[in-house]
């Protein structure tokens, strides 16, 4: 049997971190992946408090997988001072030496045009060399910087995201199995395919530290919308299969952007506890998943 360190971006079950402790330790896991508490980034909260987190995450017996930091996220601008970015790396080392954790999501700046998604968009060196200079600074404190395949210049196709690791050393990468779902090729101009996510992840995999699992289906009116992973077009059962025939060489963490929707008619009517509930019944189903997906092909 092959199986994974399965953890969870608990801020979508809880926004208090008590009630994100209480998310993980309820599906019996031992690892938990921070990115906001009480709606605010972990690395933008004043460090007296960082100590206090440690201390409690300890005493659940809970060990952090991965900080989901903010830098060149879907607020950030390639225009944006560059000492912005810098100075998120140097508190998000700061806030791993507390946590005791190396594993740190970043991306690359959202493209504010179609011109900007292009693989060989005019500005792109300049980009690569930003994100360089981040990079930079957290390996050399010690942290593995992982970009994740969202909705910025990095995650616009498989090309992209190898562009990046060639470029930039040290780097590698967090695969979510969502993120892609809908979006365009923009190694190719213009774009004529959506992205074939399976493809996606075994363009990457070599290179993948990290699995971010979420999962979208289409619906009636053409659009998608959040499911239970595996139920939707993520690819969620090949991709884990293929993670766990691996060996699973890097964590497993739900981020499953489901909210307070109505999954089940069982589900609680209170939005705050349907919202725990949803995330609590993402987490069963990898488990689930990983369970059976580990097993040797001749059992």
């Known amino acids: 049997m092959t199986t994974a360190i399965l953890s969870g971006f608990a801020d979508e079950a809880a926004p208090d971190l008590d009630g994100q402790i209480a998310a993980i330790t309820a599906l019996g896991w ?6 906001k508490i009480d709606h605010r980034l972990v690395h933008e909260h004043p ?9 409690r995450l300890a005493a659940a017996g809970l060990q952090v997988t991965s900080i ?7 607020q950030a601008r390639l225009d944006d001072d560059p000492a912005k970015a810098l100075a ?3 508190r998000c080392v700061a806030l791993a030496q507390v946590l005791n954790t190396r594993l740190i999501r970043i991306m690359s700046w959202p493209p504010q045009s ?3 998604r292009r693989l060989d968009r005019p500005d792109a060196d300049h980009l690569i060399a930003r994100l360089r200079s981040v990079v930079e600074i957290l390996r050399a404190g010690g942290l593995e910087p992982l970009h994740e395949n969202c909705h910025n210049w990095g995650g616009q196709s498989p090309r992209h995201s190898l562009r ?7 780097l590698q990468l967090v695969f979510d199995t969502a993120n892609p779902i809908g979006a365009r090729d923009w190694s190719v101009v213009p774009p004529v395919a959506e992205i074939d996510i399976a493809a996606f992840y075994h363009a990457l995999r070599d290179h993948i530290r990290h699995l971010h699992i979420k999962d979208r289906a289409s619906i009636a009116d053409g659009t998608t919308q959040a499911c239970l992973p595996g139920d939707g077009r993520g690819a969620v059962r090949e991709i884990l299969a293929d993670w766990l025939g691996r060996g699973a060489p890097g964590p497993v963490s739900i981020e499953p952007h489901l909210g307070a929707g109505r999954l089940d008619p069982a589900a609680p009517d209170n939005d705050d506890a349907r919202t725990a509930w949803n995330f609590h019944a993402a987490g069963q189903r990898v488990a689930a998943l990983v369970r059976e997906l580990g097993k040797p092909s001749n059992d």
Request: a negative charge; proline letters at 9%; aromatic letters at 6%.
């Open 47 to 55: 460090p007296e408090v960082w100590p206090q987190w440690a201390e």
């Open 88 to 90: 998120q790396a140097e």
């Open 30 to 35: 031992q690892h938990i992946d921070l990115r």
């Open 68 to 74: 989901g930091s903010g830098i060149a996220n879907g």
């Open 114 to 116: 179609d011109v900007e």
């Open 164 to 170: 990046l690791i060639e470029e930039i050393p040290g």
